[in-house]
């Protein structure tokens, strides 16, 4: 039996190990990982997503893309013929955004980012208050590992300059009810994980390794 080949890419400056727990049945499926590289000088999503599909060595592969990772598998799939196109804790169209991230793009905010701040985690601790915010340093720690400020600027800016308004009907959307980042007020059409955050990716995996094998099976 020929295994099904699933990529997945994780989201804005992970790292592989998001899909640490990520648990497909190995007599039905192969997994394999894709990873973010530094862009070129004044490279577009779309190039970046082309040059991103020659990592891609099977014919009709499963894309899985989390967040910015589901966002840039959509452009993927404009230049690859794919088996199935899922997206987690993501958007299919810029009408998706919150109005915090339209309101970035009209007033050109995301500019404003302190990049080269996120790119020093050692900086960012000691700037920490709190233990929850201790937390979140510590998975970014652990998860984030593109810290390079020239993709950081180039990524934070392709999200938010995002131009697609129509989303791909074939895009399976699997979302937490308690995104934080993209709440489900703006979302449409999407598979419901309850009580999950941005992150579902880490903290309900049991629930991803219990349904992808049927949302990828099923016609």
Request: charged share 25%; no cysteine; glycine share 4%.
């Amino acid at each position: 039996m020929t295994k099904i080949p699933v990529y997945f890419m994780p989201g804005l400056a992970a790292g592989t190990s998001i899909f640490e727990n990520i648990d497909l049945p190995a007599q039905q499926f192969e997994i394999f990982f894709l990873e973010w590289f530094v862009p070129n000088e004044r490279e577009s999503l779309q190039e970046y997503a082309k040059r991103m599909t020659e990592k891609i060595e099977h014919e009709n592969p499963v894309l899985v893309g989390v967040s910015f990772g589901g966002i840039l598998v959509q452009e993927m799939a404009k230049f690859i013929k794919v088996r199935k196109l899922i997206i987690v804790s993501s958007v299919k169209s810029n009408k998706e955004f919150p109005r915090r991230m339209k309101f970035a793009k009209k007033t050109l905010a995301y500019k404003l980012m302190p990049t080269s701040l996120l790119a020093n985690v050692a900086a960012l601790e000691k700037l920490s208050f709190g233990e929850t915010f201790k937390k979140r340093i510590r998975l970014y720690e652990k998860y984030l590992n593109m810290r390079d400020k020239k993709y950081l600027d180039w990524a934070i800016e392709n999200v938010i300059l995002w131009s697609r308004t129509e989303p791909d009907e074939n895009v399976i959307h699997i979302h937490g009810d308690k995104d934080e980042v993209f709440p489900v007020q703006y979302i449409d059409n999407y598979i419901p994980v309850a009580g999950a955050t941005h992150i579902l990716i880490i903290n309900k995996y049991k629930w991803l390794n219990e349904n992808l094998p049927k949302l990828i099976l099923e016609n």
